[in-house]
């Protein structure tokens, strides 16, 4: 079974403002599964999020 992080611990994981977890999540930027009221990145998406950005970031240098 695949492992769920709530936004803040995310945050604290790459040390971001929860907010901006939460407006990424919004933008469909990071994918992320809402269980009643409370948003859950499966760590899938996050390891996919965390490859992109890193891709990202290389080819802007």
Do not use: C, H
Not at 12 to 34: F, M, P, Q, S
Not at 39 to 60: D, Y
């Amino acid at each position: 079974m695949e492992n769920y992080y709530t936004p803040q611990e995310v945050s604290d994981k790459l040390k971001l403002n929860v907010r901006t977890l939460y407006k990424w999540i919004r933008e469909g930027k990071l994918n992320a599964v809402k269980l009643g009221d409370v948003w859950r990145i499966p760590e899938s998406a996050l390891q996919e999020f965390i490859k992109e950005s890193m891709e990202n970031g290389k080819g802007e240098e």
